[in-house]
């Protein structure tokens, strides 16, 4: 009982730090841009409808490093390209995709940032990797599911299957999904996200409060966290580790921290690759 009481009140602390403490993170603006790897946030959401091809195909036309998009699996064991759980916000149509085949699902149209319906159907997985085809990198965000194993196993499969290992890699803030394709083996690179570290703790946020070192998390490539909660000691740490940290989701680039990271996930992909 004790230890769910201490997990509570460290969760407190971490939230509270999180939502005033401008002391303990790094609030300076002008990033140093040089060598920063651009990466299109749900495949350039500022730009077209999110995770669609009309999405994929306006980051590629930018020049950016990387396109992130986000998957799902339906019911039928299909990678799907949306963000949420359900295709209520994204489309003109209702339901949660774990309990929809990808059949149903694209019997609907993709709708705009105004709510518009376009031409669009919500794209498969590889639907977007044969778009893209080595074109630019590419950053899957394996969204948090409750078959971990199933999901892991898809992804490999998938990347497999377009021969994409090279150029593809697999970030999460679920990290049973990533220690499944670990455990499973892969050849493409895993990236796990973080909403923050917390300040002089060895504690870290991912939608729970978790024990956050480098050795815990030796198989992963890049540490990715949200931008306002990062500190020179944190990018040095990371670094230290040999490890690439990121900062999301970053649309101004004044508004980007002044610390030497190695990319940012951004909404407007054009205003950085100007």
Same mark, same amino acid.
């Given at each position: 009982? *004790?230890?769910?009481?201490?997990?509570?009140?460290?969760?407190?602390?971490?939230?509270?730090?999180?939502?005033?403490?401008?002391?303990? *993170?790094? $609030? !300076?603006?002008?990033?140093?841009?040089?060598?920063?790897?651009?990466?299109?946030?749900?495949?350039?959401?500022?730009?077209?409808?999110?995770?669609?091809?009309?999405?994929? +195909?306006?980051?590629?036309?930018?020049?950016?490093?990387?396109?992130?998009?986000?998957?799902?699996? @339906?019911?039928?064991?299909?990678?799907? =390209?949306?963000? +949420?759980?359900?295709?209520?916000?994204?489309?003109?149509?209702?339901?949660?995709?774990?309990?929809?085949?990808?059949?149903?699902?694209?019997?609907?149209?993709?709708?705009?940032?105004?709510?518009?319906? @376009?031409?669009?159907?919500?794209? @498969?997985?590889?639907? =977007?990797? *044969?778009?893209?085809?080595?074109?630019?990198?590419?950053?899957?965000?394996? !969204?948090?599911?409750?078959?971990?194993?199933?999901?892991?196993?898809?992804?490999?499969?998938?990347?497999?299957? #377009?021969?994409?290992?090279?150029? =593809?890699?697999?970030? $999460?803030?679920?990290?049973?999904?990533?220690?499944?394709?670990?455990?499973?083996?892969?050849?493409?690179?895993?990236?796990?996200?973080? #909403?923050?570290?917390?300040?002089?703790?060895?504690?870290? #946020?991912?939608? $729970?409060?978790?024990?956050?070192?480098?050795? !815990?998390?030796? #198989?992963?490539?890049?540490?990715?966290?949200?931008?306002?909660?990062?500190?020179?000691?944190? =990018?040095?740490?990371?670094?230290?580790?040999?490890?690439?940290?990121?900062?999301? @989701?970053? +649309?101004?680039? !004044?508004?980007?921290?002044?610390?030497?990271?190695?990319?940012?996930?951004?909404?407007?992909?054009?205003? *950085?690759?100007?």
């Amino acid at each position: 009982m *004790w230890y769910i009481i201490i997990g509570i009140a460290l969760c407190a602390v971490a939230l509270l730090l999180a939502s005033c403490s401008k002391g303990l *993170w790094n $609030s !300076k603006a002008g990033v140093e841009r040089t060598g920063v790897s651009v990466v299109a946030h749900r495949a350039a959401a500022g730009l077209a409808p999110e995770n669609s091809l009309a999405a994929v +195909d306006k980051a590629l036309a930018a020049g950016v490093d990387a396109i992130e998009v986000d998957v799902h699996l @339906t019911a039928d064991g299909e990678l799907v =390209v949306c963000h +949420d759980n359900t295709i209520e916000r994204t489309t003109n149509g209702k339901g949660r995709i774990a309990d929809m085949t990808l059949e149903e699902i694209r019997a609907y149209r993709i709708v705009d940032a105004d709510g518009a319906v @376009t031409d669009e159907v919500v794209p @498969t997985l590889g639907d =977007v990797l *044969w778009r893209i085809n080595g074109g630019c990198r590419v950053l899957v965000e394996a !969204k948090r599911t409750k078959d971990a194993e199933r999901m892991a196993k898809a992804l490999i499969n998938e990347i497999a299957l #377009y021969q994409a290992a090279e150029w =593809v890699a697999v970030q $999460s803030f679920d990290t049973d999904v990533l220690a499944h394709i670990h455990r499973l083996g892969h050849p493409f690179a895993l990236e796990k996200l973080f #909403y923050f570290k917390v300040p002089l703790l060895p504690f870290a #946020y991912d939608g $729970s409060l978790t024990r956050f070192n480098c050795s !815990k998390y030796d #198989y992963i490539s890049s540490f990715n966290f949200y931008y306002k909660y990062i500190s020179p000691r944190l =990018v040095k740490k990371i670094h230290s580790c040999g490890k690439s940290i990121k900062v999301w @989701t970053l +649309d101004a680039p !004044k508004e980007s921290p002044m610390l030497p990271v190695d990319g940012v996930i951004t909404n407007r992909p054009d205003l *950085w690759k100007r």
